[in-house]
């Protein structure tokens, strides 16, 4: 079996190792825009090069001939690799590009759970014009101005913008959502929601959909949920697949979400979605809310979710590909996970730290952790090289949340170089913090 991995970054290197994993050992042909140390050690070819490339990336499947593609970054999904491989009869694990649109335009996301009747979101307008007086209004009168503006294009996970945080004033949020429409042509501007965050990812093809662990993700960059977003400073999941902050119901109702969700694309489309379906949910004071969603695997989440999956993960690609996935072939152990990455010290404002060098524990293939590589390097002497953004995701496994944190913690804190990371991801203090805010709200 041949299998063509587009990817990069950690979340690349997580999948390639779910991959090889695999009973039926398969050949990985791998194309990442840079050399990822992890990739490169796992997979059979590894190519560096522009993944946004389609007519390369073409030629490279009729050279090797995969029998299908895992597609990993946002970007290549939404721009549509998908379409572009499976017209040469190469299936693939992403969505085409017409059912991306749930993550590459945020005003179809929140059109379509409109249409449909998931109301589980909240009060939006998406603007095709600047209309500073109708912003304005909708603005003061609906949202109370507690709002926030979203680039309706792919950006990075920087097109997001909250008042209170990004903006002082509704002028200032106005301002930005002008720039949005001059850059993509729609804003949307919706309530600014009060809640504890969390991601569900499920796996997906047309209407079947089976669900992974609850995850939740820390964005900002310094400890105690200080600073500026990034792509995420790291992540945790209970043994028990939810999280401790949850009520039954919220966990269930995020996964009817996801099956309406699925069964809206389906029907909207009409085509299936196949591949990995992430809502990005919060819990509020009175039940769950939808804040985004992705088409594809999140990064840090994957690398909770991928080494915990005891079940095939080529079967469950090849159930994805033949339409037929079921519980049995999605089974993850019942294991707490950490990830904490190690990012430069200067990360995310500067790349001060860009070249030098760093010193990695030696790991002697421990199974309570996994080292995965992101934005590092190695030259010739065989020095680690830190780049400018996310360098390594450190995971922790433990059949508590305390164990797996002590595990990833330990690691972290071996790491030499100038390297930080949030040594608060997966302690008892952060997590309860969330507990007691929804405690608070709910009451």
Same mark, same amino acid.
């Given at each position: 079996?041949?299998?063509?991995?587009?990817?990069?970054?950690?979340?690349?290197?997580?999948?390639?190792?779910?991959?090889?994993?695999s009973r039926h050992k398969p050949e990985i042909i791998a194309v990442s825009p840079n050399d990822n140390i992890g990739i490169a050690r796992i997979a059979d070819i590894h190519m560096a090069m522009d993944i946004m490339d389609f007519p390369a990336i073409v030629e490279i499947t009729k050279k090797h001939k995969p029998d299908f593609a895992f597609i990993g970054p946002d970007d290549p999904i939404g721009g549509g690799l998908a379409d572009a491989l499976e017209a040469v009869g190469v299936p693939c694990i992403a969505p085409k590009k017409s059912l991306a649109r749930i993550e590459s335009s945020k005003a179809f996301g929140r059109q379509l759970m409109q249409k449909n009747a998931i109301n589980e979101f909240p009060r939006f307008m998406a603007f095709h014009k600047a209309d500073r007086k109708l912003m304005n209004t909708f603005i003061t009168q609906e949202c109370h101005d507690q709002f926030v503006v979203k680039y309706?294009?792919?950006?990075?996970?920087?097109?997001? $913008?909250?008042?209170? !945080?990004?903006? %002082?004033?509704?002028?200032?949020g106005i301002a930005y959502a002008e720039e949005c429409i001059q850059e993509c042509g729609t804003v949307v501007i919706e309530e600014k929601l009060i809640g504890v965050e969390?991601?569900?990812?499920?796996?997906?093809?047309?209407?079947?959909?089976?669900?992974?662990?609850a995850v939740q993700d820390h964005k900002r960059a310094y400890e105690g949920d200080k600073g500026p977003n990034t792509g995420g400073m790291g992540t945790y999941s209970c043994?028990?697949?939810?999280?401790?902050?949850?009520? $039954?119901?919220?966990? !269930?109702?995020? %996964?009817?979400?996801?099956?309406q969700i699925a069964e809206a694309l389906l029907k909207e489309c009409g085509e299936p979605y196949q591949g990995i379906l992430y809502g990005g949910f919060i819990a509020v004071k009175d039940g769950i809310r939808v804040i985004e969603y992705n088409a594809r695997f999140g990064d840090p989440e994957a690398l909770n979710v991928l080494p915990i999956l005891e079940s095939d993960f080529v079967d469950l690609c090849l159930g994805i590909i033949e339409g037929n996935i079921t519980e049995e072939m999605a089974r993850f152990s019942p294991k707490a996970t950490v990830c904490k990455y190690i990012t430069p010290k200067s990360y995310p404002e500067a790349k001060e730290e860009n070249g030098e060098s760093v010193t990695l524990p030696i790991q002697g293939g421990r199974k309570d952790s996994h080292i995965y590589m992101g934005d590092i390097s190695r030259n010739a002497r065989g020095d680690f090289l830190l780049g400018g953004s996310r360098s390594?995701?450190?995971?922790?496994?433990?059949?508590?949340?305390?164990?797996?944190?002590?595990?990833?913690?330990?690691?972290?804190?071996?790491?030499?170089?100038?390297?930080?990371?949030?040594?608060?991801?997966g302690t008892e203090a952060l997590v309860l913090e969330r507990v007691e805010m929804m405690k608070k709200l709910r009451s």
């Open positions: 079996m041949k299998i063509l991995l587009v990817s990069s970054s950690a979340r690349g290197h997580a999948v390639a190792e779910a991959l090889a994993r309706d294009a792919l950006k990075g996970g920087k097109g997001v $913008k909250v008042s209170g !945080e990004h903006f %002082k004033s509704t002028t200032e969390f991601s569900l990812m499920s796996f997906v093809t047309g209407t079947s959909v089976v669900d992974m662990p043994p028990d697949h939810s999280l401790p902050f949850l009520e $039954k119901s919220d966990l !269930e109702q995020a %996964k009817k979400i996801n099956r390594l995701g450190i995971v922790g496994i433990g059949s508590t949340l305390e164990e797996a944190e002590n595990v990833a913690q330990k690691i972290c804190s071996e790491i030499q170089g100038p390297v930080r990371f949030r040594s608060d991801i």
